[in-house]
């Protein structure tokens, strides 16, 4: 059974830093993309960070290049989002997703808030 476990969201001051982990079970997560997706109130789901499966070449939105950086330890099957220089405007509500077979799966989901 696939399952997906984000952790680590908070209230954090502008400016400061989170890490955000998503441990999988019920399958391999180096054989896979692995995604963090956020959502604010009132917006769409929206892509954040993916990380390949052999490589673990990694993109990144256009909003968070240089502050967020997504990696992966695939010995403790976890996926980890660093979020650095947060603002106000990276409040949201941060998912963890993967595609098996054409089926994606979600997390419960993070919420993170910046605010001071």
């Known amino acids: 059974q696939v399952q997906l476990v984000e952790s680590g969201g908070g209230l954090v001051q502008p400016g400061g830093s989170l890490i955000l982990s998503c441990a999988a079970s019920?399958?391999?997560?180096?054989?896979?993309?692995m995604n963090w997706y956020r959502q604010a109130p009132g917006k769409e789901r929206e892509l954040v960070a993916p990380?390949?499966?052999?490589?673990?070449?990694?993109n990144y939105a256009d909003s968070v290049k240089g502050r967020f950086t997504i990696s992966r330890d695939n010995a403790k099957n976890t996926v980890y989002l660093q979020m650095n220089s947060l603002k106000p405007e990276d409040t949201a509500v941060y998912y963890c997703?993967?595609?098996?077979?054409?089926?994606?799966?979600w997390g419960q989901g993070t919420q993170v808030t910046v605010s001071s």
């Open positions: 019920g399958f391999m997560s180096s054989s896979y993309f």
């Open positions: 997703n993967v595609k098996i077979r054409y089926r994606d799966y």
């Open positions: 990380i390949t499966n052999t490589v673990g070449n990694t």
